[in-house]
């Protein structure tokens, strides 16, 4: 029975030490999700006026942009996936992976060849342990990603929408991230980025058709588009990761608090069995002593006869 009580003594301790390590885990991924929803706050007005812009820009063009026309008969597209770095924090990956899968399965079944980027190493993993190609990957910043990292994700991917497919260019530019909703709820979104639809972004940026105004462009509507589709494409991809680096924050503190909860009640339930088998333990030995006493008057009556 001793060795029983041991047991339990030592696998309180274990899941004790468990219990600190999630506990602050989860402080920590409280206090960085609050820090990544200001930053999320704190992008979204340059990106609307950003989208207004590009939206005036491109309904005012006279002629078609490249990368505000359709392709005709589109043969290739590129999906950039953003995961995080670290695990975790639930469902958080696979929820995107899986979202990414359907696209990309969506457009192969509709005759396309799909180039895939990945952000973050648990989607690379995914990928890599499939022996599935990727045309690029970015890792190391996804917990605080900056506008920097954002532009040299943009850089490969414009690069390759500004190319012909004969050159291994793409004819469309889609993005699967996680949004979040709240605390509670972050949800794996996709998103067409390139070519723009023109109404689609006028109703991102709030800003009606009858209202739209008129300009004139100089040196001409083509080459401001030109310096305002990157521009467009980097704040795009830099809101994206904002959002999925403050959804895997929520997502791992309510895992971490999940994760803290159950060790709690772990701890009460082998106190339990613990006080139950001190409790056997001092039985036993009482009842030990008690035959051992019953005995040892036995023999001294019989001896007195």
Known sequence: MGAQLRVYKRRI??????????????????SRVVKAQRKVQASTPYATELTRAVTAVATGANDKHPLTTEAENPSRAAVLLLSSDRGLAGAFNSNAIKAAEKLIEELGAKGRTVDVYVVGRRGVAHFNFRERKLSDTWTGFTDEPTYADAKKIAAPLIEAIEKDTADGGVDELHIVYTEFVSMMTQTAVEARLLPL??????????????L?????????AEDVLDALLPRYVESRIYNALLQSAASKHAATRRAMKSATDNAGDLINNLSRLANAARQAEITQEISEIVGGTAALADATAGSDK
């Open 13 to 30: 301790k274990s899941v004790t030490a468990t219990k600190k390590i999630t506990k602050a885990m989860e402080m920590i991924a409280a």
């Open 197 to 210: 639809s023109l109404d689609e972004v006028a109703k991102e940026a709030g800003e009606p058709d009858t």
């Open 212 to 220: 739209r105004p008129l300009y004139d462009f100089e040196p001409s």
